[in-house]
T-cell receptor, first 116, second 109 residues
């Protein structure tokens, strides 16, 4: 199956700083990328969907100015958490899909963000 | 809005038992349903994907069924092993992919 990587796998940052998480599709062109957030013992919640070269579409309740998403190429999307606060601590998972397989998404291994 | 419910939330069984995990969804107009495995602190591993036109899919000791009209799916695990211990997530796709909260499975030796 298709492989999606995320970097870093874990990051600890201080409150007020910004953190960037990278998501890469390693062996296919990802026309669409998805960013999810998962709190402990909770389900994955979709934060935003981005198509290559376009602005991301954010889900209701997700602050677009706080969670900046860039999908500049068919193999790379980034999520930047700006001015992070402890309540942003969570597990962030990206997922990628290609135009040829719209109904299947391939998931990255996730990034654990801890804001102190 | 699609809602996905998984029962039970947690399950503990001795090794060797057969078990069933349940998933229900509120809107039957779906394209497919997918079962994932998630180990603690890790990402998702896709186990089985059932298209809306299919009734079941099998992979090794895993069998997933889909009854779209009633909004239900089951994941059957045969002869469970300690290595099966993980959280199992059900997700349905309509215009987006909606996840349940998962069933946390513990298989004890």
């Amino acid at each position: 199956g298709a492989v999606v990587s995320q970097h870093p796998s874990r990051v600890i940052c201080k409150s007020g700083t910004s953190v960037k998480i990278e998501c890469r599709s390693l062996d296919f062109q990802a026309t669409t990328m998805f960013w999810y957030r998962q709190f402990p013992k909770q389900s994955l919640m979709l934060m935003a969907t981005s198509n290559e070269g376009s602005k991301a579409t954010y889900e209701q309740g997700v602050e677009k100015d706080k969670f900046l998403i860039n999908h500049a190429s068919l193999t790379l999307s980034t999520l930047t958490v700006t001015s992070a606060h402890p309540e942003d601590s969570s597990f962030y998972i990206c997922s990628a899909g290609s135009a040829g397989s719209f109904y299947e998404q391939y998931f990255g291994p996730g990034t654990r963000l801890t804001v102190t | 809005k699609q809602e996905v419910t998984q029962i039970p939330a947690a399950l503990s069984v001795p090794e060797g038992e057969n078990l069933v995990l349940n998933c229900s969804f509120t809107d039957s107009a779906i394209y497919n349903l997918q079962w994932f495995r998630q180990d603690p602190g890790k990402g998702l591993t896709s186990l089985l994907l059932i298209q809306s036109s299919q009734r079941e899919q099998t992979s090794g000791r895993l069998n997933a069924s889909l009854d779209k009209s009633s909004g239900r799916s089951t994941l059957y695990i045969a002869a469970s092993q300690p290595g099966d211990s993980a959280t199992y997530l059900c997700a349905v796709r309509d215009s987006t992919l909606t996840f349940g909260k998962g069933t946390m499975l513990l298989v004890s030796p």
